[in-house]
C-alpha cells in the first residue's frame, strides 16, 4: 500500500502525463492554450495569434508538416525568450559563486582597513605614552604612511620602498631634535630638512627600514594580488553570466524550448540528450575556461597557504610600532656619533630654547575607533581565508559541467518522462550526445559551433596573467621582496618563511606580539611597554613618559575604494 507522499507524486505524474496528452490532442483543434502561455510568458497581444492550427510556410526554425499555433512574429519572440531563459540559468547557477566571492573580496578590504587603522593607533600610542613630546609631529608622519599603505594593498599606484623610506626620512629629525639634541627644541625648516636628507647616508636606525621593507613586501604583496584576484572572479562569472548568443545558437535554443509549443505540446521539456547538445554547443566556449578556473582557484589556495608567519600581514600590520621603537632606541644609544655626523653635514643650528607641546590627542575618538566587538580567539584572517578556500574548493569544475547542470536543474525532463526530441514528443533522444568544448562540437548534430569568442579569449588572458601573479607570489623568499635601494644601511634580507630574530619578531627585547592578534582586539590607554628599554634622558626638558597617563592617541580615519565595485555584505571574514 503506498503511504501518502508517493501516492500524491504518483498522481501528479499521472497528471501531467494525461495534461501533456490532452494538450497535444486538443492542439491539432485549438491554439488557445499556446495563445494564453504566449500572452503569460512574453507579455504579447493576442492580436494576430492563430485560434487554430495552420500551414507556416514563413516559419524558418519551428518548421513542420503538421499545422502550427506559430507565426513568424511569434518565432522571433520565442527566439529571444529562449535566449533570457538561458542567461537567467545561467545567472541563478552561478550565484552562490558569485556571492561567495564577492561576499569575501568585500569582507577581506574591511579586515584589511580595520587592521590598518589598528597598527596605525599602536603606532601613535607608542609615541604617546613613550615619546610624548614628538608626539604630535610624529602624527602626520604616522597617519601618512598607513594610508599609503591602504592605498598600496587597495591597488593604488604607490611605491611601498618610497613610503618606507619616506616614514624614516621624517622620523630622524624628531628623534634627532628630541633625544640626541633634547636641551634646544626648535631649529629653521632648512636645518631639520638637511637632517632629513642625511638620514639615508648616516644611517641611524640601522637595518630596521630595510627589515620593514622586507616584511612589507613579504606582506602587503601577496594580499595585494590576493585582493586583485578575487574580484578578477567576480569578473569572470559576470562575464559569462551576460554571454552573447551566437546566430546558430539562438536558433537551437528556440528549437529546443518553443518548438514544440507550435504543435500545442506547451508542457513539454526536451529530452535530457538534446539538451546537452543544444546547451554544450551554445557553451563550447565557456567550457575552455574549465581547465584555467580551476588553475586560478588552486593557485588562490596556494597563496593563502603561503601566508603565514613574515607573510603573514596581521602580524607585520600589528608588530610595526614594536620595529619604530627598536629604530628610535638604535639612534638614541648612538646618538653622540650621530650629533658629529650631522654636524658635518648640516653645521651647527642657530636654536632658541622651546617648550614641546605636550600629547593632546581625542581619547574619546581613540576609544571608538579600538574598542571593537570581541571575537573568538579562531577568527583571525587567516583561519577565515583558509574556510574561504574550502568552500570555494566546491566550485573548482563550475566552467566544466556548466552546461550539465543547466539542463539537470531545470531545462531538460526528468528521466523517464515523455520528452521533445527537435522534432516531436519521445521516450528518448537517439541522437548522439557530444562532450563539452570546443573540439567536441564537431559531431554535434544540433548546433555548429564556429570561429573564437573575443569576449571568453580575453578572460582566459586575464585569468592566465593573473595565475602567474599568483604563482609568483609561491613561498619563495626571493619572490617577496621589494627591491630596495641605497637608503637606510644594509640589504634587504631574506628569509625562508616562518618569522625569526632578524624579521623583528623576537629577541629584540621590544615585546612582540607573538601571537596572531585578532582584529577585534584593542589596545587599552595604558599599553603594555614592560619589555621596552627605558631611556633614562630628557626630552625637552621633560622626563619621557613610559606611563602613558592621560595620553592617549588619535584614531586613523580612512576609506578607501572598495575593489571592483563588490557588494559589502557582513560574514565570512
Not at 505524474?13 to 488557445?32: D, H, I, K, N, P
Not at 581625542?362 to 587567516?382: C, F, N, Q, V
Not at 531545462?411 to 570546443?438: K, M
Not at 619589555?531 to 584614531?555: E, F, M, S
Request: charged share 20%; glycine share 8%.
Amino acid at each position: 500500500m503506498m503511504d501518502g507522499p508517493t501516492w500524491r507524486v504518483g498522481c501528479g505524474c499521472l497528471l501531467l502525463l494525461a495534461l501533456v496528452g490532452f494538450t497535444r490532442s486538443e492542439g491539432t483543434q485549438s491554439c488557445e492554450e499556446v495563445r494564453k502561455l504566449f500572452q503569460w510568458r512574453l507579455v504579447g497581444a493576442a492580436k494576430g495569434l492563430p485560434d487554430s492550427p495552420r500551414p507556416g510556410p514563413d516559419l524558418q526554425v519551428c518548421t513542420s508538416r503538421k499545422p502550427t499555433c506559430c507565426t513568424r512574429k511569434m518565432e522571433e519572440r520565442y527566439q529571444v525568450a529562449a535566449r533570457q531563459d538561458v542567461q537567467q540559468a545561467l545567472q541563478a547557477s552561478s550565484s552562490t559563486l558569485k556571492l561567495l566571492i564577492s561576499r569575501n573580496a568585500a569582507a577581506l578590504q574591511e579586515t584589511l582597513e580595520t587592521l590598518i587603522r589598528q597598527a596605525e593607533n599602536y603606532t601613535s600610542i607608542l609615541f604617546c605614552n613613550t615619546y610624548r613630546n614628538m608626539a604630535l609631529e610624529a602624527a602626520a608622519s604616522v597617519q601618512e604612511f598607513f594610508t599609503d599603505v591602504g592605498l598600496y594593498l587597495f591597488g593604488a599606484d604607490v611605491n611601498p620602498e618610497e613610503f618606507v623610506n619616506r616614514f624614516f626620512d621624517s622620523l630622524f629629525p624628531l628623534v634627532y631634535n628630541h633625544l640626541i639634541n633634547p636641551s634646544v627644541a626648535d631649529s629653521s625648516l632648512e636645518y631639520s630638512e638637511c637632517i632629513r636628507m642625511a638620514r639615508r647616508d648616516i644611517s641611524p636606525f640601522g637595518n630596521i627600514p630595510q627589515r620593514v621593507m622586507g616584511q612589507m613586501g613579504r606582506s602587503l604583496l601577496p594580499s595585494r594580488t590576493f585582493l586583485q584576484a578575487l574580484n578578477l572572479g567576480i569578473e569572470v562569472i559576470n562575464t559569462t553570466d551576460h554571454l552573447h548568443f551566437s546566430k546558430e545558437c539562438g536558433r537551437g535554443l528556440l528549437r529546443m524550448q518553443y518548438c514544440p509549443h507550435c504543435q500545442g505540446l506547451v508542457l513539454s521539456k526536451p529530452c535530457m540528450g538534446y539538451c546537452l547538445n543544444v546547451v554544450r554547443g551554445c557553451l563550447a566556449h565557456v567550457a575552455e575556461l574549465d581547465p584555467h578556473w580551476h588553475a586560478y582557484l588552486r593557485s588562490l589556495e596556494e597563496l593563502s597557504d603561503a601566508m603565514h608567519g613574515t607573510y603573514d600581514i596581521e602580524h607585520v600590520l600589528l608588530n610595526f610600532h614594536l620595529l619604530v621603537n627598536d629604530a628610535v632606541m638604535q639612534a638614541h644609544l648612538d646618538g653622540q656619533k650621530l650629533s658629529e655626523q650631522v654636524n658635518k653635514m648640516c653645521g651647527h643650528p642657530m636654536r632658541t630654547p622651546t617648550q614641546s607641546p605636550p600629547c593632546s590627542f581625542d581619547g574619546s575618538k581613540e576609544k571608538l575607533g579600538m574598542k571593537i566587538s570581541a571575537r573568538h580567539g579562531e577568527e583571525t584572517l587567516a583561519n577565515r581565508r583558509k574556510e574561504f578556500i574550502n568552500s570555494l574548493r566546491l566550485h573548482r569544475t563550475f566552467y566544466g559541467g556548466l552546461a550539465d547542470r543547466l539542463c539537470a536543474d531545470d531545462l531538460a525532463a526528468a528521466e523517464g518522462v515523455p520528452c521533445w526530441n527537435g522534432e516531436d514528443v519521445a521516450n528518448s533522444y537517439t541522437q548522439r550526445v557530444v562532450g563539452n568544448g570546443i573540439k567536441a562540437q564537431s559531431g554535434n548534430p544540433e548546433v555548429k559551433v564556429k570561429g573564437t569568442d573575443p569576449v571568453i579569449n580575453q578572460i582566459i588572458d586575464k585569468l592566465k596573467h593573473v595565475i602567474q601573479l599568483l604563482q609568483g607570489r609561491s613561498p619563495k623568499p626571493d619572490k617577496w621582496e621589494l627591491p630596495v635601494g641605497s637608503g637606510g644601511g644594509g640589504v634587504a634580507e631574506q628569509v625562508s618563511g616562518d618569522c625569526d630574530d632578524e624579521d623583528g619578531c623576537g629577541g629584540s627585547g621590544s615585546g612582540e606580539v607573538k601571537r596572531t592578534l585578532k582584529v577585534s582586539d584593542w589596545m587599552p590607554d595604558e599599553m603594555n611597554l614592560s619589555d621596552v628599554k627605558q631611556i633614562h634622558q630628557t626630552d625637552g626638558g621633560n622626563p619621557l613618559d613610559t606611563t602613558g597617563a592621560g595620553c592617549t592617541a588619535a584614531t586613523a580615519s580612512m576609506t578607501f575604494p572598495l575593489m571592483g565595485a563588490v557588494m559589502l555584505l557582513p560574514g565570512l571574514w
